[in-house]
């Protein structure tokens, strides 16, 4: 079945970039998405990416994809401590009906 | 955006009673929403696919008799932990689709004592 894998943890000073890195099994996903929790709340979607693209970039958020790894980074460039978070990587199942979300990154940023 | 509303946002219960959270969508109507299950070391999992009008769909591993859930309407998706017990303590979440795009509600914490 579909599985999705980050590393659990990433601290970063403020100001640095983040990368936060993820890998996916289903090479049929069509879009592979980031979403971002902040304490006690619910997931808000930060970015995704199609398929068939390499990379996209929106504003502080850079998305890189290689497909052929089933690699799919996440890079937040002049890290905030408002990033502190943690961030999951998700990709459609194969139904194309639900997300299969990986365990989450804590990203702690110090100033 | 779109917005999903979960009820309640956080509760607490007796082991061996049951309990029913709701998830609605507020401004669309969604024939499918999904039921997410975190756990404390933050993994989401995806814990089953509601169907307006038919049953639901369970992962592999979701126990149907003990998550209970009913989508009754195109804007309401219910999940009901029945005989609740500490283990089922955790951060439930729903989310609706529309046209495609998933929108979350803001989840429930259950505890169980």
């Known amino acids: 079945g579909e599985d999705v894998e980050q590393s659990l943890f990433l601290s970063v000073r403020e100001g640095d970039s983040s990368v936060i890195n993820c890998t996916y099994t289903d090479s049929s996903s069509t879009y592979l998405y980031w979403y971002k929790q902040e304490p006690g709340a619910g997931l808000q979607l930060l970015t995704y990416i199609f398929s068939n693209m390499d990379m996209k970039q929106d504003q502080r958020l850079t998305v890189l994809l290689n497909k052929k790894d089933k690699h799919l980074s996440l890079r937040i460039a002049d890290t905030q401590t408002g990033d502190s978070a943690i961030y999951f990587c998700a990709e459609r199942n194969q139904a194309g009906t639900a997300l299969i979300f990986g365990k989450g990154t804590t990203l702690s940023v110090s100033s | 955006g779109a917005v999903v509303s979960q009820h309640p946002s956080r509760v607490i219960c007796k082991s061996g009673t049951s309990v029913k959270i709701e998830c609605r969508s507020l401004d669309f109507q969604a024939t499918t929403m999904f039921w997410y299950r975190q756990f404390p070391k933050k993994s989401l999992m995806l814990m089953a696919t509601?169907?307006?009008?038919?049953?639901?769909?369970?992962e592999q591993g979701v126990e149907k008799d003990k998550f209970l859930i009913n989508h009754a309407s195109l804007t309401l998706s219910t999940l009901t932990v029945t005989s609740a017990h500490p283990e089922d303590s955790s951060f439930y979440i729903c989310s609706a689709s529309n046209t495609g795009e998933l929108f979350f509600g803001e989840g429930s914490r259950l505890t169980v004592l």
């Open positions: 509601s169907n307006e009008g038919s049953k639901a769909t369970y």
